[in-house]
């Protein structure tokens, strides 16, 4: 199955991920960094795994559903018309 692109929300994806490479950047260049150097770290190392390629996927990569209304999923309408 092929993924389409959102490439509307591509500049949103690069606007959120150089905001946080930035706020990276100035954490490591703080005295903050030098006082807790390890929690930091992983904060970081987080943000470059896991927090990045996540804003990838929502912001570009997903498929928006086209239901107009999500109540009338077809196993709810079965039961609200059971009754």
Known sequence: M????????MFYFVAASFLIILVDLILVNS???????????????????VVIPLLLYLF???QKKTQSCPFFHSHSWVILHWY
């Open 31 to 49: 005295v903050l960094f030098k006082q807790f150097d390890q929690v930091l770290a992983i904060g970081m190392t987080l943000d470059f795994v």
């Open 2 to 9: 092929m993924v389409k692109l959102q490439r509307k929300h």
């Open 60 to 62: 570009v990569y997903r």
